[in-house]
């Protein structure tokens, strides 16, 4: 007799090949398509040179490995090097480093509440972020995407909560109302908390554009896209910071990140810092793939950040147009249920710093010939 969990992985896997769900890897370098519009290296410091010579020097400085978790003897130099930094541009007053986002968010939602919690966050806020709630066992109320007047509402009703929300939306790539946010949360005595995965590193990390204390109690970054790294922060009060040490088991059971990532990730900033080319660099690339694709009749969303979906609707009509993209020679996200929601399966095509003028106007071109004739449903 089959094992019943082999009957259960092979049921599901019939399943999601025929409702054309199925995720597979494609190792980077063996497809065809050879420019990438698909990765969240907004800025392009993923293959940087300098970059590629800090993480060198970081390891030789501080170690390849940070050797045992942070509360035994994982945490040094470089962690608090980092961390100073990170609390340096955001003026919050303490900071702790976690290896991925996911991570950070998950063990950030589990270890702040419980089932006593209620916790308001918008519709389409990330996948790590619901997890640890679930695990948390609060309860999660929703507004409408974006929409203050629903959050208010929900306000209205539990106050002294908590609202979360992303900065930059990570597959709709539109920005959050972070002011009017933080306004009707002090209104109802109530925190607001926001993962910045997308933001930070983008804008000039200490422009006015840039989220900081001022408006949020907690900040989550994220070095794996802007940064072109690997790696998370949480950032908020000392306080804060000194529960969830404490106490959150993500970073009390886990090797802390390695001090050569963390020494990367501060000469990733530093570099940022340097470079505000690469920022101006990214938003001329936006904006000359929006007026192409507007001249072309390729439908876009309201989006004006580096992540500009095509929303398609079917998985499977989704999938060959990414397909035919790929062959000829262009990689882009093609993004599905359950990761956006039922019919509204998408191309994401991320725009960054380096790409060419000539890149954008031949997939513009390609984009246009594609979906001619397709159901393309962005208003
Ligand atoms: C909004 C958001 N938050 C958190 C994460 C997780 O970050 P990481 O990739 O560092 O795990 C992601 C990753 O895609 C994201 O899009």
New binding site residues.
Partial sequence: MAHPLTEKITQQLTQQQASGLLRQRKMVGTDPANVDFSHNDYLGLASSTELAQALYQGALTYGVGSKASPLVSGYGAAHQMLEQKLCDITDHQACMLFC????A?SALMKTLFDRTDVVIADKLV?A?IIDGLVDSGAKLVRYLHNDIDSAARLLAKHPNNVLIT?SVF?MDGDIAPINALSALCQQHNSWLIV?D??GFGVVDPRGSAAITAKQVDIQIV?F?KALGCQG?AILASQDVIDFLVANTRHYIYSTALSPANAYLAYAAIELIEKSPQLQTQLNDNISLFRALASQAGVKLTASQTAIQPIIIGDNTLTMTVADSLAQKGFKVGAIRSPTVPVGSARLRITLNAKHTSAQIHQLVAQLALLLIDQPNENP
């Avoid at 991925?100 to 991570?103: D, E, R, T």
């Fill in positions: 991925s986002g996911f991570s968010n990330h790590s992303e990570s993962d995965a997308h994220t794996g998370a």
